[in-house]
């Protein structure tokens, strides 16, 4: 009987402890905290939440490049609002992963929205989320009703506004994805590089989104000799230089033809990586291990498929 009734009062114990857990509080998410930096007078770079987000202040209107993960375009435009009473006209995303682009969902009906003619055709995909997009499903706009897809797309270069507020839009091949723009803001001398240029590290290479890490040091190239052109906003570092972006393609030009030579010698991918060593010009950049392996892998691949 005692031992009946010792039973009986651990399993109330033990229910009511499961009602109390069932009813507690759930964590408070964390505050999206929009960081800004200014870059000219009428130019910022907004850090967090996803690939920095550039916001140009024109004489008609705001023009924002790139709109961050699911949840951070609200935060955005509170943001400017601070920064400005003008409205937002126009959205450039620079290619079309979750992290630069899913925001576009948030911001009012009406806005131009601006990219490379593949990343819409990224954009609109519902297939399944595959390769490097983890940050937010391609749906996302079919899931409101196509909201925040582009409304404007070009092939390889046109221009969004015009006298003192022209912005120069780029396309100059396979990188990142297929569709990676270039935004430069000609009068600013500041171009927006994506994550073409994400920071001094090694590039990820969207192989299921038209990527290529053959073509990625000539597309750079092609980039780091327009003209006029002094400063970077990088896709996830810190504001970089032309010249810096000019290192960074040959950087993976080097890094092309060091997996080439192994290829060549019919050595597999996992033993190039694993005896790939940065050249001391190269000083600072950050190397993480699974990137080296992945990008030697891309490189891999299409060195032997035909071309």
Not at 101 to 111: C, D, L, Q, R, T
Not at 200 to 206: F, G, Q, R, S, T
Not at 220 to 242: C, R
Not at 275 to 291: A, F, H, S, T, V
Request: glycine fraction near 12%.
């Amino acid at each position: 009987m005692r031992r009946a009734v010792v039973l009986g009062v651990l399993l109330a114990a033990g229910a009511l402890s499961l009602t109390v857990a069932a009813y507690q509080t759930p964590p408070a998410p964390q505050p999206k905290v929009v960081e800004v930096e200014k870059l000219k007078d009428n130019l910022y770079m907004l850090k967090g939440g996803g690939g920095n987000t550039a916001v140009y202040i024109a004489a008609n209107g705001v023009v924002v490049v790139d709109t961050k993960n699911p949840g951070w375009g609200q935060p955005i435009l509170e943001k400017i609002k601070e920064l400005t009473p003008k409205p937002v006209t126009t959205i450039i995303n620079t290619h079309t992963h979750g992290d630069h682009v899913s925001g576009n969902v948030e911001f009012p009906a009406g806005i131009e929205i601006v990219v490379q003619e593949n990343t819409r055709k990224h954009m609109e995909n519902t297939a399944p989320v595959t390769g490097i997009q983890k940050e937010a499903p391609p749906n996302i706009f079919a899931a409101n009703n196509g909201r925040g897809l582009p409304t404007k797309t070009f092939k390889d270069k046109t221009t969004v506004g015009s006298g003192n507020d022209r912005i120069d839009l780029y396309y100059f091949g396979r990188g990142h994805t297929d569709g990676d723009a270039f935004i430069v803001f000609p009068q600013l001398r500041v171009m927006h590089a994506g994550d073409m240029f994400s920071g001094k590290n090694l590039p990820l290479i969207d192989a299921n989104n038209g990527g290529s890490g053959v073509d990625i040091g000539e597309s750079l190239a092609k980039a780091g000799a327009v003209k006029g052109v002094d400063s970077v906003i990088t896709g996830h570092s810190t504001v970089m230089t032309i010249a810096d972006l000019q290192e960074y393609a040959q950087f993976n030009k080097d890094f092309l033809a060091d997996v080439r030579l192994g290829v060549t010698a019919g050595r597999p991918v996992e033993e190039i990586a694993a005896g790939w060593k940065i050249n001391d010009k190269y000083k600072g950049y950050q190397i993480q291990e699974p990137r080296l392996k992945t990008y030697d892998q891309v490189i891999g691949n299409e060195l032997k498929a035909p071309r």
